[in-house]
């Protein structure tokens, strides 16, 4: 059982690249979630998808974008990578609405020089 | 913003030690939850808590949801090298509200 399986783990990108983060879960969970770690901070949350075909901002959406490809999948787009979005970034998904006892991925850790 | 206070930052303590860490906040949560984050991984869940007083164990783990609300507690009692790693609480305000994470609790054991 996989859980939550995030891509790449790692990713270099240059100022005003593009780039996708891939994020899918094999727990049948109908909600997912896609947080910011950086240190001090704890996690933020940038975007979620309370079920398949919605999705809500979170706390810190700018310059994010996501996708709720389907049950399964739930991938978050940069457009234009910013300096300040170096963090590593988490993928989570809950079985209901109440996001409590998420269940996170390993986590990609993203540069942007 | 981050509403929840967690302390202490860091922790380094001799093996077989007990731990200490708590979160406060400056307003009510319904909903406690605290997760251990190993080196290079993501979060996982230790302990849940859903009523105001709940005391609940796992292991060498206990966790309490504070009386008025606005904070948890989390005890380890005979630390092991496997403690290490960083351990964050969350609370959540009401069903349907997402979860606000604490900075996080960096744990260091010594053999």
């Known amino acids: 059982n996989a859980g939550v399986t995030q891509t790449p783990k790692f990713q270099v990108l240059k100022t005003g690249q593009s780039m996708t983060l891939q994020c899918a879960q094999d727990m049948n969970h109908n909600s997912m979630y896609w947080y910011r770690q950086d240190p001090g901070m704890g996690l933020r949350l940038i975007y979620y998808s309370a079920s398949e075909g919605t999705t809500d901002k979170g706390e810190v959406p700018n310059g994010y974008n996501v996708s709720r490809l389907n049950k399964r999948e739930f991938s978050l787009r940069l457009e234009s990578a910013a300096p300040s979005q170096t963090s590593v970034y988490f993928c989570?998904?809950?079985?209901?609405?109440?996001?409590?006892?998420?269940?996170f991925g390993q986590g990609t850790r993203l540069t942007v020089v | 913003g981050q509403q929840l206070n967690q302390s202490p930052q860091s922790m380094f303590i001799q093996e077989g030690e007990d731990v200490s860490m708590n979160c406060t906040s400056s307003s009510i949560f319904n909903t406690w939850l605290w997760y251990k984050q190993d080196p290079g991984e993501g979060p996982v869940l230790l302990i849940a808590l859903y009523k105001a007083g709940e005391l609940t164990s796992n292991g060498r783990l206990t966790a309490q949801f504070g009386i008025t609300r606005k904070d948890s507690f989390l005890n380890i009692s005979a630390s092991i090298p496997s403690d290490v790693g960083i351990y964050f609480c969350?609370?959540?305000?009401?069903?349907?509200?997402?979860?606000?994470f604490g900075g996080g609790t960096r744990l260091m054991v010594k053999p």
């Open positions: 969350a609370g959540q305000h009401n069903a349907g509200n997402m979860l606000t």
């Open positions: 989570a998904s809950s079985e209901f609405r109440v996001n409590t006892e998420a269940f």
